[in-house]
């Protein structure tokens, strides 16, 4: 566990140049701490898979500070899907939308959607911001374990692992976000409301 603050402070000094050089970062989200990085950066994605212990194949989910952010990954939808969208967005919601071959292979994983969420998280939609695009968004865990619910617990399992960890309070949310399938409208994970 990192318990040095100079350490602990180092730690909190993200920028744009760094989550494009492949920082893997943690923050909180609405419901857990998550775990992300550029998508656009090969070596950091596969890197926080490595951390994880989890395999590419189930695919990540993208996390955007607005709706525009998303324009590469949202081509092939309907104006009545857009709405969809724009009714639940931001907030906790993450709809699996058709992929447009804008998504990197390593992102959408063995599937042909990808998972995305405009975040209600203001320190989400800060670093969306700070990148000026979707970061990764995935729950702060290895494989099989229960996601970090504090900055405390985020230190505890991943120690140095980690360029950076952005210091904030959890959303309102119970635990990860509700997964819906845009398409079919078929709820693919509930969500937990506070």
Known sequence: MVSNSKTTELKTECTKQS???GAVIAYPTEGVWGLGCAPESTSAVQRLLEIKQRPKEPGL????AEIEQFEPYLSGITPDQRKKLEARWPGPVTFVVPDTGFCPEIIKGHHTTVALRV???PIVRALC????GPLVS???NRRGEPPAMSQGEVFAM???LLDFVIPGALGGAAGPSEIVDLVSGRVLRPGQSG
Do not use: P, Y
């Open 19 to 21: 989550l494009l050089d």
């Open 61 to 64: 989910i993208l996390v955007a």
């Open 119 to 121: 975040s209600a998280h």
């Open 129 to 132: 911001r700070l990148k000026q």
């Open 138 to 140: 995935t729950s702060a």
């Open 158 to 160: 991943f120690g140095d």
